[in-house]
């Protein structure tokens, strides 16, 4: 008889590991959708860590001038996967997985639309994010440092062209992104499908709460938007692979149809990323204000208008290539315009804060940040669409600051707002006030400790992407700032994963309801159950279960 056998543990130790393997596989094969939706929060947050990683290098290289920590080859390679990773593998999987797991619960469904393609969508993004990294240990290295993709995670042409082959490090790259685009693809179509066709009795498209009409406008952007960049994909794997010439300047190409058909997709992936933020804010801020969303049909209106304006604007981003003066007088205008339906959100954001009952836990710090960083992006990008100062800030860090402020600022802002707020509903406990306003300060220090120096860089002259630089420009102070900064970032996303950790089992029970919100997910249980309400529920107003609650209130009343 073995000494396992002999243990009278044993038997208890066995049916530990069955019921571990049985919880991963029912994970593995999970249709559910909240399941999903976590699982694709869980998955961005990974690669955010990594992303993370690869930022401290970087900014590690810049701290002093004339810096040697890593050699060139491995920062190019740090610069283009910290850039493809926020955008692909960090920002896409968060917001998909925030709608997939919200969206059913917010119209009183039981899941969405199509619930093993919204599996095969998830399995696609997980998989494209793995294959991606592999290129570190698989692609065959033609420099001893690795083989990662290193050619700016916008792979402007001649630089994916196969006369620079580094290993099939851009074939990595392709596949990878090809995949993932299949994927967000399939979850727009699910959001569309399941906020289009199952929505709850009574839930008129007038009556959906505002983050379901920003995230089925943005799944509307992923469907438009994702295409073009998968079909500039195939064709640079041709010219790569199969002797075509479609961005082969010496063989009749042309390097600027690349950019066209990547910021094509490049720029309504912005407002990819960023509606989702607006999504969360609509929601966080007027409970915590205590006040309904000033200017519903508004908000409505200047979502569709950033979806449809967004479409148009692309080329700002390529003002310093030589286009027509005709042509960039266009497209400045656009992107003044598009300004506008944005200015219209975030006065709205503000018209509901005033006057109301602000209560500032740790959900309405965050969106309240996101206000202002937001803005200041916001601000700089219209500096930006003037085409003669487009041609001084391109390429500089100024650019790199004002890209961040709009969507590390915006996007990671509301996204650590909305997960203190959804937390209690998933887990069934709040998370720590007092780690999370020490995870608030901290980060809203560091990110403009970060950020805010690279726009006076900027202003002097530094370029972006660039190895290292000499001592006497004037970058020096800035870089130390930045750098300091992201390291304090740091420590403010170690703090909340943490607290997330720790609430989980010695987190205050939450109930269904810890907010006195008024949408349909705080009406079931928290967490819900797998089939998430008993009875589908029948919807009245924009705000059944506050109504429910509070019939009475003056303050919520409107028809």
């Not at 049985?22 to 999970?30: A, E, G, N, R, Y």
């Not at 961005?44 to 690869?54: H, P, Q």
């Not at 994927?183 to 959001?191: K, L, Q």
């Not at 700032?481 to 740091?490: D, E, P, R, V, Y």
Request: proline share 6%.
């Amino acid at each position: 008889m073995s000494v396992l056998s002999q243990s009278p543990s044993a038997p208890n130790l066995i049916k530990d590991r069955q019921s571990k393997l049985t919880t991963l596989h029912s994970w593995i094969i999970t249709v559910d959708h909240k399941k999903l939706g976590l699982m694709y929060c869980l998955t961005a947050l990974v690669f955010f860590v990594i992303a993370g990683f690869e930022a401290m290098m970087i900014r590690w290289q810049l701290f002093i001038p004339e810096n040697d920590i890593i050699v060139t080859q491995v920062y190019n390679e740090f610069m283009t996967m910290h850039g493809t990773t926020m955008v692909f593998f960090v920002g896409m999987p968060m917001l998909t997985g925030f709608a997939t797991y919200l969206i059913p619960l917010m119209v009183g469904a039981r899941d969405m639309a199509f619930p093993r393609l919204n599996a095969l969508g998830f399995w696609f993004t997980f998989f494209s994010g793995i294959l991606l990294y592999s290129s570190f240990f698989m692609a065959p290295a033609l420099y001893a440092s690795g083989a990662a993709p290193d050619f700016g995670w916008f792979a402007y042409a001649p630089l994916t062209a196969k006369t620079f082959d580094r290993g099939h490090t851009v074939d990595y790259w392709i596949f990878a992104l090809c995949i993932s685009g299949f994927g967000t693809m399939i979850a727009g179509t699910n959001i569309i499908t399941t906020t289009l066709c199952m929505r709850c009795k009574g839930m008129k498209l007038s009556k959906m709460p505002l983050f379901v009409w920003i995230m089925l406008t943005d799944a509307v952007l992923m469907v438009v938007g994702i295409p073009p960049l998968t079909a500039a994909q195939i064709m640079l794997l041709m010219d790569r692979e199969l002797g075509a010439h479609f961005f082969d300047v010496n063989a009749g190409g042309s390097a600027i149809f690349w950019q066209h058909l990547f910021w094509f997709f490049g720029h309504p992936e912005v407002y990819i990323l960023i509606l989702p933020a607006f999504a969360i804010a609509s929601e966080v801020i007027p409970v915590f204000s205590r006040k309904v969303i000033f200017g519903y049909p508004l908000m409505v209106a200047a979502t569709v208008g950033i979806a449809f304006i967004a479409l148009g604007v692309w080329v700002h981003h390529m003002f310093a290539v030589g286009l027509s003066p005709a042509i960039n007088a266009i497209f400045s205008g656009t992107t003044f315009l598009i300004s506008i339906p944005t200015g219209i959100k975030i006065f709205t954001w503000m018209a509901t804060m005033y006057g109301g009952r602000l209560k500032f836990d740790t959900p309405m710090l965050f969106l309240t940040a996101f206000l202002g960083l937001f803005t200041v992006g916001g601000l700089t990008g219209i500096t930006l669409a003037a085409v003669p100062a487009d041609w001084q800030l391109h390429d500089t860090y100024y650019v790199v600051g004002h890209f961040h402020y709009v969507l590390f600022g915006g996007l990671i802002f509301a996204v650590f707002g909305g997960m203190y707020y959804w937390y209690p509903k998933v887990t069934g406990r709040l998370m720590s006030e007092k780690l999370g306003k020490w995870n608030f300060w901290i980060f809203f220090i560091a990110f403009n400790l970060t950020f805010f120096p690279m726009h006076i860089s900027g202003l002097l002259g530094m370029p972006r992407r660039i190895y290292t630089y000499e001592a006497g420009h004037g970058w020096e102070l800035w870089n130390i700032l930045a750098s300091i900064g992201a390291f304090m970032q740091m420590i403010a996303v170690a703090l909340f994963v943490w607290n997330a950790i720790v609430s989980l089992k010695r987190g205050k029970v939450a109930g269904p309801d810890p907010w006195d919100a008024w949408t349909l997910e705080w009406a079931t249980t928290s967490p819900p159950p797998e089939y998430n309400f008993e009875e589908i529920p029948t919807v009245r107003s924009r705000r059944p279960l506050w109504d429910l609650k509070h019939p009475e209130d003056p303050d919520w009343k409107y028809e």
